[in-house]
């Protein structure tokens, strides 16, 4: 059974760009998370989506966006990018309020 | 409020002995717990779960975790290492139902293992 998926595994942006993350979940998961970890933040909650609908979103501004597909699988959209925003995102999925993800192999986004 | 400290940024063993990496916890109900291991370059992997059942729990590759609620811990062991057990290891705590939106990461372990 194949897990999570991610891609792409590396994006390099520059600095005032857009960026785009795609996700797969887990065959049956209905819920997606995005979490970001950056160098010396560890993991943080972005947002978590659930059949179409954006369920919560953690401590992000509005330029931190996504979106839940009709298969479950998601995008990540992260705009006018900032030198900050240089992480690994990780994507994880689940069944709706099991409390617990398994995660993707992440995506390294670098800003320069 | 919940939080999850793991007391070791670093921890390093020979390879073939035994591996403790620890984990204390805060909260206010009764917490589900996990660890995970992030290998260099790869994503997060779940190595074994807590939700309220038995207090030992088993997880993938050998490794095993007792909940102490008298303790507040939830330490990640295993008998004898292995060189593949070299990565990252984060204790993660829930303490509500619902989403994995409620998971809080600890700083995480690095677990170096010499030959």
């Known amino acids: 059974e194949a897990g999570v998926t991610q891609s792409p595994t590396h994006l390099i942006k520059t600095r005032g760009q857009q960026a785009t993350l795609r996700c797969s979940p887990i065959?049956?998961?209905?819920?997606v998370y995005w979490y970001q970890q950056a160098l010396g933040l560890g993991l943080q909650f972005l947002l978590w989506?659930?059949?179409?609908?954006?369920?919560n979103r953690g401590n992000f501004p509005p330029r931190f966006s996504g979106r839940q597909f009709p298969n479950y699988s998601s995008e990540l959209n992260v705009n006018a990018l900032e030198l900050e925003d240089s992480a690994l995102y990780l994507c994880?999925?689940?069944?709706?309020?099991?409390?617990?993800?398994?995660f993707g192999q992440g995506t390294r986004l670098t800003v320069v | 409020a919940q939080s999850v400290t793991q007391l070791d940024s670093h921890v390093s063993v020979s390879e073939g002995t035994p591996v403790l990496l620890r984990c204390n916890y805060s909260?206010?109900?009764?917490?589900?717990l996990f660890w995970y291991v992030q290998h260099p370059n790869k994503g997060l992997q779940l190595l074994l779960k807590?939700?309220?059942?038995?207090?030992l729990v088993k997880g993938i590759n050998g490794f095993e975790a007792e909940f102490k609620k008298s303790e507040t811990s939830f330490h990640l062991t295993k008998p004898s290492a292995h060189m593949s057990d070299a990565a990252e290891y984060f204790c993660?705590?829930?303490?509500?139902?619902?989403?994995?939106?409620?998971?809080?990461f600890g700083k995480g372990t690095h677990l170096i293992i010499q030959p």
């Open positions: 994880a999925s689940s069944l709706l309020n099991a409390g617990w993800a398994f």
């Open positions: 065959s049956g998961h209905t819920s």
């Open positions: 989506y659930d059949e179409g609908e954006e369920r």
């Open positions: 909260s206010s109900y009764s917490p589900s």
């Open positions: 807590y939700t309220s059942a038995a207090t």
């Open positions: 993660v705590v829930s303490d509500r139902g619902g989403g994995a939106d409620g998971l809080t």
